[in-house]
């Protein structure tokens, strides 16, 4: 039995340290694309191109206009693959266990209430802006990902995969928000075709069928029917991954030869560096014509921009402080409190997922979502400019061999 034990989890071990630096190579080379993509935009946002570029978005094609594409249609792979990685690694990953799970849960549910509070507090005044206290709930995991990478071995690898948790259950958070706050009205008989589509995807689960093409093949279907019913379309993304199966073919023994594995790893050079930048270069496109210093301090951009800010890092790091004192989980093995501090501070970097929130929250009113771009791109900038300053000079925690639960008492 011991035998076993260690022989396959050797096997195992090395098999998730794959993994993840894969996950970690994808996601930070994609999120330093990003930056450029993001600074692309502006600049054609504020040039003689500006027509043409928010000309070319509205532009309709088969029914749905660029934008609409890119963000219904593009964005639903990327939460196929934002689905799949929860999957993964809730059963067979960093989190598939209740401790491994305790601190970045706690700390991801601080970083979402208290920017949504801080949020609240600064627009409660208006009632129209309420619908945006979601917007800075969220971490862009690529983002800050790419800011750790700038900073090399400096970071130690424990937080990386403390932040990578955090943001996949962020992510999930940010999952349940948009399902049940930012639904339309709905279309019963549409609902359910999808339903029966979602029918047939778990019975090809159950059926041990591991052919990608049937559940893709549905999927496109399910992804049309949920389009059509009210339900935001890319929750279809989450929906078809959580039915793409885990175990391997009856033939085959490693678990890299699964189908969620395979389309996994296959969608992530695509989403990395085409989905998102893609994303990106259509969403933070923000023209700067006519803003004055009280345009930047107006409710909704403050309020946004001091959720992702201070409510984050706040959130995220308190919640993280208290976790540690109370005793229910340890910090990361070798990290200094300062290093977790800078953690938290990237943590307020929401670029993806709060321009993406931005624009369902304000679906009729485009001027709301370009005031609240200005607050994402404020609070983002500033939360990875000081997360970073924060890590490249914190001290390395020296004692990293000491036991985690007595480090965690300076946290």
């Known amino acids: 039995m011991n035998e076993r034990r260690n022989g396959g989890g050797t096997a195992r071990s090395g098999r998730r340290v794959s993994l993840m630096r894969r996950f970690f190579d994808s996601e930070a080379s994609g999120g330093m694309l990003l930056m450029g993509v993001t600074v692309a935009a502006l600049a054609i946002a504020n040039s003689p191109l500006a027509d043409a570029y928010f000309a070319v978005l509205k532009t309709y094609l088969l029914g749905l206009s660029v934008l609409h594409w890119i963000n219904d249609g593009l964005m639903a792979v990327f939460f196929l693959l934002v689905g799949l990685e929860i999957k993964r690694e809730f059963l067979d990953g960093q989190l598939s266990t209740w401790p491994r799970r305790m601190l970045p849960g706690i700390a991801a549910f601080g970083g979402m209430a208290v920017p949504a509070l801080v949020y609240t507090a600064v627009t409660w005044q208006d009632p129209g802006l309420r619908a945006g206290w979601a917007i800075p709930a969220a971490t862009d995991i690529a983002f800050a990902l790419g800011v750790l990478t700038l900073l090399g071995p400096r970071v130690p690898a424990s937080l990386k995969i403390f932040l990578t948790a955090l943001a996949i259950l962020d992510d999930l958070g940010a999952i349940a928000i948009i399902a049940v706050f930012y639904t339309g009205d709905l279309a019963l008989p549409m609902l359910g075709l999808a339903a029966l589509c979602l029918v047939a995807l778990v019975a090809f689960n159950r059926s041990g069928t591991t052919s990608l093409l049937p559940y893709l093949a549905v999927g496109a279907l399910l992804w049309f029917f949920v389009l059509k019913s009210g339900v935001h379309a890319t929750l279809a993304g989450v929906a078809l991954a959580m039915t ?168």
């Not at 073919?249 to 930048?277: C, F, M, N």
């Not at 909704?300 to 976790?323: C, D, E, N, S």
């Not at 670029?351 to 609070?379: R, Y």
């Open 244 to 411: 793409v199966p885990l175990q391997p073919e009856p033939k085959k023994t490693r678990a890299e030869d699964s189908p969620l594995h395979r389309l996994e790893h296959a969608l992530q050079p695509w989403v990395a560096y085409g989905i998102i930048p893609v994303f990106g270069l259509a969403n933070a496109g923000l023209s700067f014509a006519g803003l004055s210093p009280a345009s930047l301090v107006a409710p909704l951009p403050l309020g946004v921009a001091l959720g992702l800010f201070v409510g984050k890092q706040v959130g995220v790091y308190g919640f993280a402080w208290a976790a540690v004192r109370l005793g229910l989980a340890d910090m990361p093995a070798g990290a200094s409190r300062l290093q977790c501090y800078g953690v938290a501070l990237l943590c307020g970097i929401g670029f993806t997922m709060s321009l993406f929130i931005d624009a369902l929250a304000f679906p009729a009113h485009p001027d709301l979502v370009d005031s609240a771009k200005i607050g994402v791109l404020a609070g983002s900038f500033l939360s990875a400019l000081a997360g970073f300053l924060v890590l490249r000079f914190a001290p390395r925690e020296r004692s990293s061999a000491a036991p985690q639960r007595r480090a965690a008492t300076s946290m």
